[in-house]
């Protein structure tokens, strides 16, 4: 059975048109998927070409000096591919942003990336599941939303955090697919909840069909096909038949729906 690597990169920030980011963390846990504990970890910064595209000041701690005194990625990219290649990739939006970060980094120097055997993007698996009962689904609303801390925005503090929120997020969804009658689910554009307002409303919806409807007081009686002409003749004596049956109490209440159905 194939692990499972939960991987982030920091990097720096691109600004202006044509600009790329470069790699400046790389942090990675491998994850048992029988028990989801961390059986080994990896972590460090990684120096860019130019020290002074590291922003002066973050506030994850990532400093231009830490930054200048650890090892550029070509020294390091023989422990990146032995920890990706070959394993199911986990990471939150990995398939926008991180993977590519990955492949521009073995690019740079001139090897092939490491490939996974599968790849599980939580972002993508949470969106169209969990709905947006957490806000916008990133990493740090996630982590609030759980009560799990902040996000810090450090490689190896992140991906332990996104275990942590598959986790809550897995045992939420089990929970909601073995009750979903008392645990709906995602509140917000779930095309198979029907929230009290929509049952209000087929309710009601219900009673005005039935309210426009005529009520049967007779059982079902065929009705007889009548001849064209003939009809105004049939309701004229029906008329006639419930006038002379005004007299009989028990018979009020019919009478005076009947007189509604035949005017």
């Given at each position: 059975m194939a692990e499972l690597v939960f991987f982030d990169v920091e990097t720096t920030t691109a600004v202006g048109r044509g600009k790329r980011f470069w790699v400046v963390e790389f942090g990675s846990i491998v994850v048992c998927p029988k028990k989801l504990v961390e059986?080994?970890?990896?972590?460090?910064?990684?120096?860019p070409p130019d020290i002074s595209l590291v922003a002066p000041t973050r506030p994850?701690?990532?400093?231009?000096?830490?930054v200048a005194a650890a090892p550029m990625f070509e020294?390091?990219?023989?422990?990146?591919?032995?920890?990706l290649n070959g394993r199911v990739w986990v990471g939150h939006n990995i398939k926008r942003f991180d993977c590519h970060?990955?492949?521009e980094a073995f690019a740079d120097i001139g090897r092939p990336p490491p490939e996974p055997v599968g790849m599980i993007d939580s972002l993508e698996v949470l969106t169209?599941?969990?709905?947006?009962?957490?806000?916008?689904?990133?990493?740090?609303t996630l982590a609030s939303y759980f009560g799990l801390g902040q996000q810090k925005h450090r490689s190896l503090d992140d991906v332990r955090l996104n275990l942590e929120v598959l986790k809550h997020c897995a045992a939420?969804?089990?929970?909601?697919?073995?009750?979903?009658?008392?645990?709906?689910?995602?509140?917000?554009?779930?095309p198979s909840m029907v929230t009290r307002s929509k049952a209000n409303n087929v309710r009601s919806g219900e009673e005005e069909?039935?309210?426009?409807?005529?009520v049967s007081y007779l059982g079902s009686i065929r009705a007889?096909?009548?001849q064209k002409g003939r009809l105004g003749k049939v309701i004229e004596r029906a008329k006639e038949a419930l006038r002379g049956a005004e007299g009989s109490q028990p018979l009020n209440g019919l009478l005076r729906h009947s007189r509604l159905l035949l005017r």
């Open positions: 059986v080994e970890s990896f972590c460090s910064l990684i120096r994850s701690g990532i400093t231009r000096e830490a020294e390091l990219a023989d422990r990146v591919f032995q920890i970060r990955i492949k169209p599941e969990f709905g947006r009962r957490a806000g916008d689904l990133k990493m740090a939420v969804l089990l929970l909601e697919s073995k009750l979903p009658q008392i645990l709906p689910g995602k509140d917000h554009g779930s069909a039935n309210r426009k409807s005529p007889a096909p009548y």
